[in-house]
Each structure stands twice: as C-alpha cells, then as structure tokens.
C-alpha cells in the first residue's frame, strides 16, 4: 500500500506539472502566433505605400479584416508612429490613440505585452514597419483575447487528467509486478538474509586473488577490492574519489579505466607490474551505467615479453643486414656496410681485418696471419684500435690469428684477463681496456671455404659481456657479409681482367708524326669495361689517320670485338683507302662477324658499334671525316671558338644494311685542335645529349693556347661525374703545317726523256735539304717510279717530294693500273725496278684518289740530319 500511496503522490504531481506546463505553453503559443501575424503584415510588400497614401484605411481595413480570421488573432492594428489606429475590427475605434507600449517598436524592435484593450484582457505583439533606408514608418499590432487562450488550455485538461489516471493505473501495475518479480529474484529473502548474503559477497570479492574496480561513470571509483587496491598502488581512501585524483595511480592504468572501452586480455605495464586487464560496462546493454574490471597479475611474463623484444631487436637486425649490406661490388664499402649494421645493435664498435690479396680480387694465399684494416666504426670517433689501412701481424695466440687459422670464432669474455690477446701489443691493448673496451668477439668471415678475413665486435658501453646468443647474431652477420665480400673480391678480379685485356688492345704509345701534337684519355666505367677505343695511325705522305670508335655493351666480349675492330681498321689503314670506303669495309666486317656468331649459336654478335676516322693532311690542312653513327667532333679554333662541324651521319657499323658513307672535307688552320671523344664523355642519366653538347662547348671555348694535354684534364673534370657509368675515350690532336720549305713538287712532261731534267733538279733540291748522301739512291727511286709512269700510265705526272721524318718521293699520274713487285728471271731483260725500289726504301705503296694513283717511296734520313731536325 506505501508503494501505491508513492505513486499516487508521484502522478498527482506529474498531473498539476502538466497542468501548469499546458498553460504556460497556451500563453507561449499566443504570443508567438500574435508576433508571427504582425510581422507578416509589417513586411508585406504593399504596407508601406499604403501607410504613405491619402486614406490608409481604406486600403488596409479591408485586408486585416479578412486576415485575422484565418490568422487565428482576434485583432490587427494598423497604426502610425503616434499611435492613430488606420485598422481595427471595431470601426469606432480607427483614429483613436492604441492602447499599449509603442516605445519599443518605435525603436525597431519587436515587443509583446498583456494589456486591457477595446476588446478586453489581450496578449499582443507590436512590430515596426521599417522603410529602406532603416526608418520605422508604422507599426502593425496582431493579439489574442486572454479568455480565448485560456480556453484553448482547459480544452487539454480532460486529455491531461485521463492520462494521468492511465499512468496511475500503470504505474500501480507496474508497481506490484516489480515487487513480485524482486521477491523472485530474491528467493524470498527478507532484509536479514539479504545482509548476510551480502557480506558473505563481499568476504569473497576480498579474497580472490584477482584484483575487482568498479568505476561510475562520472569516473568516480566505486568498488577496488583488496587485490587490486595492491596491484594498482591505491590508498586507502581511494573509493569515491575521481581516478584523475589518484596520483599513485599509474597513467596508463588510469587512461584504461576512465576511457570505458571494453578490454580483453590487455597487457598494461604499470608500477613495475606486468598486468592483464579485462573491462566491460556493468549495463551489458551498454546503458553507460560505468564499467568493471578485472586485474591479475602477469609479471613473470615481463622477463618473456624483455626476451621476445630481444628477439624482435636482432631480427630487425638481420633484415636490415639483408638490405644494408652488399648493396655495392666494393670489399671495403661492403665491409663497412657490416660494421655500420652491427653498431649501435650487437656491439660498440667493429673493426674488420682482410688478407691482402682479397683486396685485389684474388684468394688469400698461404698460411700467414698479416691482414689489413679495412673498416673501423663505433659508437665514438675517437677510438684506441689500429688505424684503417695498417697491415697487421696478429701473432699465433690471438684471437684474430686463431679465428684466420681455425675458421671458428673467438669468443674473450674479458680483454682485460685474456694473456692470448694482450701479447699481441701490450701498449695497444692496455689503451683499449683503459678505453672502457671490456669484451670482443672475433668471427672469420668465410665464403666458398675460404677464409678472407676476420670480423671484430668490440663491446665497451653495455656492460654485459657477449654471451652466445650475441656470438650466434655475430655469424650470422659475419656469413652474409662474406659472401657480399667474396662476390665484391670476384668481381673486382674479373674487372681487372677486363680493364687489363681492354688496355692491351688499346694503343700503349702512341707512334711519332709530325703532322698532329696529341693527347689522349682513357677511363673505364666503374661497373664493367666496355668497347671504347681511339687510335693515331701515321699514312704516307706525312698525313695521319684518328680514329675513334664504340662497341656497345660491356664485359670481356665488348673488350675483345672491339680489339678486332681496331686490327681491322689497322689493316684497312695500310691500303690508304678514303674514310668511307673503310667504314664500308668496317661495316661488312661486322657484318660477318655477327653472321659467324649466329650461325655458331654463341647468340653474341656485335649488337652495335659507332666509328668515326679521319684522315689530317700537314700539307694541304685538310682533314677528309667519314663518321658511322657515331658524334661529330669539335673544333677548337686558333680563335678560341669552338664549332661542330656539318658532317654527313652514316649509319652505326652493321646496321647500315648496305648503305654507303660520306666523306666531308674541312679545311683547318694550324693550331686547330680537333677533339674526338665517345658518348661517355657527354651523355648522362642525368642530361640529354643536347646539353651535353653543350658543355663540350663551354668546356673548351678560349682554351685555344692551353696544349691539348690540359684540355683533355680539363673536360674529364667538368663533364664527368664523380662515377662515371660509361668508358671515355678521348683523343685531342692540335694540327700542324709542313711548310712550303719542306716540300718540293713539279709536273713532269709525258716523254721518257724528261727523266734526265728530274734527276738534276732532285740533286739540286736535295742539296738544298742537306741531303746529299740520299742523291743516288733518291735518283734511282724517281727514274724508276718516273718512267714507269710514263711508260704504263697516263698524262699528267706529276713529282713530289716531302722531307719530314723520312723523305718521301711521290708520282702521280692519272692511271688506275697498279705497279706489281715481282722477281725478274736471269734471262729477262726488265723487271726488277720496283724491285730495286723495295730494296733502297723503308717503304713503298700505292693509294689512289680521284685523279687516278700515286706511287710513294719512303728513305730514312741520315742519323745526323734526323738529330738536327728534332732539335729544332
């Protein structure tokens, strides 16, 4: 009965609430609804003309007498800023003052009151009519008669007063249904059994050995048995209390348990405690009632949880091992590469030591301990241990020359009592240990079976000495660092092979002219030779012969095509043939030789070559260029300008299909340098060709009096990167002229009996030289090649001789028919004139040109003149 006196007490109560709530929100209504009317009207469009026309009444009377009815307001007032009413729906009242408060909306606001009016008790709202320009012209009032408002409530009043009996009836139900199901609940337990069930509840919560916290959830803490009042450090007031407060409490644990979000299993390091928290709220429906949670204890899991970080550490260590080390074909950047992993992670500082021969690409040979320090690298620059670079006698009883010997690894615990080690230099071994140094571990680093050196793991900071595990991480180190180290030591082997077999093709010593003053470079990529090579072939007439050429691709069989390639222009040189007709020949050459390799199957043809030759005259400065796909040279003028000359563009060797070369004609000043190079020296990954081109250019602009062995340095210096990814080859030959006091020409008359007149005027032309001694041996030469001019060949013949640093007797004649050396018979009576040539000359031949053939001879100066000559 006491809970139904409650709830009846309850419902009144919420019924008078109703009441009063319903009233309040009638009167709230009317004002509103009498504020939203005049406000309509106050902003209508036509309000203001009308309040500005002769008789406002009659226009606005009308309209707010059909608009308040459907409005729902019992009065529109339409009235000046005096306050003379233009409307109202007692017509008596128009023209008379407005009862009510106009000061307000006068001042542009919107204002309700409850007043006495002509129509009684009314609740009205007044609003300005405001103009464009800011000012309030009128003013519209719209209102409710009170009574009517009233009414409108007590209408709600039967619906209020049954709801209410249907909520007391309710509520009652309710009431005696939460009893019974209590009762249920609690098994019919009075208040007697209920206390003692609780204490009983609460002996246990003490008990268990899992620590219990409620927490409200204004995150105030409810409930902290005595488990996990130990395990979370909290006072003993800390019940009530908001968690925020509790500064024992650790934050992460306080974070946790006011963030209320469930926890399963969670691992909450805390107060030197490993605890596992489990958290859910105490509404399972997720009221937000607060949450409870459940602690234990899990601290032996700390020293599991240290080892698997342990653990996580070295692996970390080893990937970065297998992406930190062996990223280049360089033993010493590989060794270093292992020390710059191992420290800070396994140890303080490394140190590792290789067998010499290692660093030349060969395998350590015999049994002596001398290695050398490649790599030092700790934790400090300033370090005790040998420097890099020293060649070091690790005696028997170290431990470097046990590990070099044995192939097991060294483990010294203590330096500082380890005689073995210290015996090696007792100085240098006490500065370690004084240095802090207090445990090492010596690894051979071994790849193939074969021992390239040893690697050192030195510990000075952590105080604990290296312990299996460690020497276990050190081998595994070791191991992938040799194998990068055996693989960089191969590498290193083959190269020098490649760059040696590379350098033996090209030219050791360039052969002496006269025609040309010539520098040259040549420079391997660092990752592999390649088919880059130059040349200077001295020709008859004094003229000599550049070339410059590319295979492409790298490696022994770029090195070794290349090497044929340069035979072969080397034996197409001794035909004297034009530039395009031996870039013909070159590019048949290589035709055939990928033709051989296919058929052979090797599948190792020359996949591209570029070529350019060209030939310097001293006499005529004409220098004849035929190129095969390869850059145009520059030229350094007297000047100092430097151009590219127009050269005809033939294809690379062995892609031409067949088609022919040209060959362009430039004529040069003396002193012009001609600088012949391979795309190495000008193209980039980093620039297109064009730029570098034009870094050639600047390169050498004004550098016309420097020689051309500075410019060679100086071009290397600026177009080169610090690791260049091509060979460079590059040839620079700065020109000369024979002048017109060595050379001596005329024309022969076509008649046998001109011989005579040539043989006198060489005497006289000889003398003239200083080269007497040659007079007999030069006259038979030219009454030889002379006549046999005249008799086999064709008009005109003509003579010349040139004295550089051989004399040269030349005849041309317009024939192509080419003189034959044979061995004349006893019995013949001719025959044996080319024959004499032969024998009187160092050398003979014949070359053609587009006139028809000259055949030359060429003597040896007297050792006296040829002294005389390059002294000046």
């Known amino acids: 009965m006491l809970q139904v006196a409650v709830v009846l007490l309850l419902v009144l109560g919420a019924i008078l609430a109703l009441v009063l709530q319903e009233r309040n929100s009638s009167d709230t209504e009317a004002r509103n609804r009498s504020v939203a009317v005049a406000e309509s009207f106050a902003h209508s469009p036509g309000i203001i003309p009308a309040l500005e026309s002769p008789d406002p009444t009659a226009i606005l009377q009308p309209l707010t007498e059909a608009a308040r009815g459907p409005a729902g307001v019992d009065f529109i007032v339409i009235m000046n800023t005096q306050g003379i009413r ?19 909306s006068l001042a542009g606001h919107v204002y309700t009151e409850s007043v006495y009016g002509p129509l009684g008790h009314e609740v009205q709202a007044i609003v300005p009519v405001t103009a464009p320009d800011g000012k309030v012209v009128g003013l519209v009032s719209a209102g409710l008669k009170v009574n009517h408002v009233t009414t409108a409530g007590n209408r709600q009043l039967p619906v209020i007063l049954g709801a209410g009996a249907a909520a007391l009836a309710v509520a009652t139900t309710g009431t005696a249904l939460v009893a019974r199901r209590l009762k249920r609940q609690t098994l019919g337990l009075g208040p007697e059994e209920m206390t003692r069930m609780y204490e ?7 008990a268990v050995r899992e620590g219990v916290v409620i927490v409200g959830q204004d995150g105030r803490l409810l409930l902290a048995n005595d488990e996990a009042r130990e395990l979370l450090g909290l006072p003993a007031d800390a019940e009530g209390r908001h ?3 509790l500064r024992d409490l650790d934050p992460d644990a306080a974070e946790l ?3 209320g979000r469930v926890a399963t299993d969670e691992v909450l390091p805390a107060g030197g405690r490993l ?3 489990n958290q859910r709220p105490t509404d399972r429906h997720g009221g937000g009632m607060g949450t409870v949670a459940t602690i234990r204890d899990s601290t032996e899991l700390l020293a599991l949880s240290g080892k698997a970080e342990v653990a996580g550490n070295r692996l970390a260590l080893l990937y970065e091992a297998g992406v930190g080390i062996g990223t280049t074909l360089d033993v010493v950047r590989t060794a270093e590469e292992l020390a710059r992993v191992a420290v800070p992670g396994l140890a303080d500082f490394v140190t590792v030591d290789l067998a010499d021969p290692v660093l030349q690409g060969d395998e350590p040979t015999g049994t002596g301990k001398d290695l050398r320090r490649v790599t030092v690298h700790g934790i400090r620059e300033d370090d005790p241990f040998y420097p890099r670079g020293r060649l070091i006698a690790f005696i028997p009883s170290s431990p470097q020359a046990r590990g070099f010997g044995s192939g097991r690894s060294q483990v010294v615990p203590d330096l500082s009592a380890a005689p073995g080690w210290q015996a090696q230099d007792p100085d240098w071994t006490r500065q370690i240990v004084d240095y802090g140094v207090h445990s090492l571990i010596t690894t051979p680093l071994t790849a193939r079976g074969i021992i390239l050196g040893v690697a050192n793991f030195w510990r000075a900071q952590k105080p604990e000495p290296f312990d299996d595990e460690d020497l276990a991480l050190a081998e595994e180190l070791a191991a992938r660092a040799a194998v990068s180290i055996d693989n960089a030591r191969r590498y290193t082997r083959e190269h020098a092979m490649a760059v040696t077999l590379q350098r033996s093709l090209l030219p050791r010593a360039l052969p002496e002219q006269s025609a040309l003053g010539v520098a040259h470079r040549y420079l391997p990529a660092q990752s592999g030779v390649s088919g880059d ?19 492409v691709g790298h490696g022994l069989h770029a090195a070794a095509t290349m090497g044929r390639l340069r035979t072969a222009v080397h034996n197409f040189s001794t035909l004297d043939l034009p530039p395009d007709e031996l870039l013909g020949y070159l590019d048949e050459l290589v035709d055939r030789i990928d033709q051989e390799e296919t058929d052979s199957g090797t599948g190792t043809g020359v996949t591209g070559a570029t070529c350019l030759y060209a030939i310097y005259d001293p006499v005529s400065r004409l220098c004849s260029i035929a190129r095969a796909g390869h850059p145009a040279p520059a030229l350094l003028r007297p000047d100092g300008s430097v151009v590219f000359p127009e050269l005809p563009i033939g294809p690379p060797l062995g892609a031409g299909g067949g088609m022919p070369f040209e060959t362009a004609q430039v004529h040069l000043d003396e002193g012009t340098q001609i600088v012949l190079y391979t795309d190495g020296l000008i193209e980039d990954r980093t620039r297109d060709f064009d730029i570098g081109m034009e870094l050639l250019r600047q390169a050498l602009s004004g550098r016309q009096d420097r020689p051309p062995e500075e410019n060679c340095q100086t071009l290397l210096d600026d177009l080169l990167p610090a690791r260049q990814q091509d060979d460079v080859a590059l040839l620079i030959a700065k020109t000369r002229v024979l002048g017109a006091e060595r050379v001596a020409d005329r024309e022969v008359p076509f008649d046998p009996a001109a011989v005579a007149d040539i043989r006198a005027w060489t005497a006289a032309k ?8 040659l007079e ?3 006259e038979l030469i030219l009454s030889e090649l002379v006549t046999n001019a005249i008799r086999y060949g064709s008009p005109p013949v003509r003579l010349r001789l040139l004295r550089d640093r051989g004399l040269t007797c030349e005849v041309a004649d317009g024939s192509n028919t080419s003189p034959h050396l044979r061995y004349a018979a006893t019995t013949d009576e001719g025959g044996r004139g080319l024959f004499l040539v032969a024998q009187l000359t160092k050398r003979w031949g014949t070359r053609y040109s587009p006139q028809g053939k000259i055949i030359w001879a060429e003597q040896s100066l007297p050792p006296s003149t040829t002294d005389s000559d390059e002294n000046g």
Do not use: M, Q
């Open 275 to 277: 605890l596992v928290v």
């Open 257 to 259: 348990l006011l963030s």
């Open 200 to 206: 009983h509840h609460d002996a246990v919560l003490h």
């Open 86 to 104: 233009y409307t109202h729906p007692i017509p008596s009242e128009i023209g008379k003052h407005f009862v009510g408060t106009i000061g307000p």
């Open 766 to 773: 000889l003398d003239e030289w200083g080269l007497a001694e």
């Open 533 to 551: 090579w130059f040349d200077v072939i001295p020709l008859p007439g004094s003229r000599v012969a550049l070339v410059v050429g590319d295979v």
């Open 243 to 245: 968690l925020g407060e």
């Open 776 to 778: 007999f041996s030069t």
